[in-house]
């Protein structure tokens, strides 16, 4: 069983930073592939960006790459998603998600493959 809880939400000015964290409960965090998602009011849940267990492999979404940056921090029990240039459009509530791998480069884009969720965290960005 893990735990996920999201920090780092708020608001800020397009073309401003954010950096998200989300901490996991339990041990063997290691074991764990994560991924970021986000939902905005309306529409669908979307995947942001992937890492896996060793942290060596990444996966972006197009419409974050070059501006948003997964990292994890196994000692530590976290991810981060480091948001750069933010838009408009990138406001949303953000989700990290957790599924146990036994491949050490596994990442996935998509929702379903994940176990676990976190509860959320706002990031508004205005014009």
């Known amino acids: 069983q893990v735990q996920l809880v999201e920090s780092g939400g708020g608001l800020v000015q397009t073309g401003g930073s954010l950096r998200l964290s989300c901490v996991a409960s339990?041990?063997?965090?290691?074991?764990?592939?994560m991924g970021w998602f986000r939902q905005a009011p309306g529409k669908e849940r979307e995947f942001v960006a992937a890492?896996?267990?060793?942290?060596?492999?990444?996966d972006y979404s197009d419409s974050v790459k070059g501006r948003f940056t997964v990292s994890r921090d196994n000692a530590k029990n976290t991810v981060y998603l480091q948001m750069n240039g933010l838009k408009p459009e990138d406001t949303a509530v953000y989700y990290c998600?957790?599924?146990?791998?036994?491949?050490?480069?596994?990442?996935?884009?998509?929702?379903?493959?994940?176990?676990?969720w976190g509860q959320g965290t706002q990031v508004t960005v205005s014009s």
């Open positions: 890492v896996s267990r060793s942290g060596g492999s990444t």
């Open positions: 998600a957790a599924v146990a791998s036994l491949y050490l480069e596994y990442r996935s884009r998509r929702g379903n493959d994940y176990r676990y």
């Open positions: 339990g041990r063997a965090f290691g074991n764990y592939s």
